[in-house]
C-alpha cells in the first residue's frame, strides 16, 4: 500500500468557463492568467463539471487523478473515521472564484432535492472567504445575498420569464465586499458576486446550479 508521507504539490486547476475572471488568482498565485474566462481554481478536486465528465478533477504530477489516488488508498488521505462516514469521498469542493463580471443570479438545491432528483447525495451549501474586493460601485465589490424580505414565487417566475434583470437584483441584499469577510450561503439562498472579487469558496462537492438570468 502507498503511504503518503509528504505533500503533494498540485499546480492551478483552472477549467474553461462561461464568465470573465481568473486575475485575481494569477496575483494571488503569483503567475500569468491562463485565459479571461479562467475565474475558478479547483483545488485538490475529486468532482467534476456538471454535463463535462473529467474537467475540473486535479491532476497529480504523473497525470492521474487526485480522485483515483484518493480510491486507491482512502485512508491514507482521508484518515480511517471520515473513509467511514463517506468513504473514498473528500465530501468537501475547495474554489478560489475571481470575478472579470458579476456573476449571474442564481441558487443551489439542497441534499434533499438533491437526492430525490439528481442522483446526488449532496447539495450545494457553500461558504465564502473574501480575499479581495475592489471599491464597492455599482456591481463591482460586492456580493447580493438573499431577498430582502419574504418574495412571492409567482412573482419571482415573472421576473425569471422576462428575464427583469433590475428586479431580480433589486429584490436581494447587496452587501459591500472586504478582504477577511465570510459568509455562509445555504442551498436555497439566491445569491451572486459583483465584479472584482476574490474568494475562496469551501462547498458541497457538486456543479449544480438553477440560473435565475
Known sequence: MTVVDTPIVLGPNQPAHFYLGGAGIARFRGAPQPSEYSPEDWIGSTTSMFSRPGVGLTRLPDGSTLKSAIAATPEEFLGPDHVARFGADPALLVKMLDTGQRLLVHFHPDRDFAGRHLGSRYGKTEAWIILDAAPSAGDAGCVYLGFKEDADPAV??????????????????????????????????????????????????????????
Open 156 to 213: 419571482i417566475r415573472r421576473w425569471v420569464a422576462d428575464q427583469d434583470t433590475a428586479a431580480i437584483l433589486s429584490s436581494l441584499n447587496q452587501v459591500p465586499a472586504a478582504s477577511g469577510d465570510t459568509w455562509l450561503v445555504p442551498a436555497g439562498v439566491p445569491h451572486a458576486i459583483g465584479a472584482g472579487v476574490t474568494l475562496v469558496e469551501l462547498q458541497e462537492p457538486t456543479d449544480f446550479s438553477v440560473l435565475l438570468e
